[in-house]
């Protein structure tokens, strides 16, 4: 009976997990100009402690390897139900300069935290022709 009243104080006092979720990812070009937008939500039940670090990434298409665009570590905390957006806004990026050039490209969103056991990933594909 011990046992099952100290294991029940021991899991009553661990944490409750917090999460994070690229709740998404937009990339918009203004001429030669390339804007992108993540927002990361935490839909867990807890406050998401820091840093978390945002790294974008950017590709052609799937044949090519990802290429590091830029990564925020500044992010302090994501309380339980809270969003946060960072927009990347470089406009001498030739990276993203080339890839809109060249037509449709793609970019990844990772999400690491601390206490994650994954990173969490996102995708999105930019169509110059549509301007999606």
Known sequence: MKRIILLTLLLLQLPSTAETAVESLLVRRQGDNVNIRVTVNNPGVTTQTGPVVVTLYARQDDTQEWTKITSWNN??????????????????????????????????????APGATTTVEKISRFDSETGH
């Open 75 to 112: 992010i302090a905390k994501i309380p339980k139900g809270y969003r946060v957006s960072r927009d990347y806004f470089d406009e001498n990026n030739m990276t993203l300069k080339n890839l809109a050039a060249a037509g449709p490209f793609e970019v990844l969103a990772a999400v690491n």
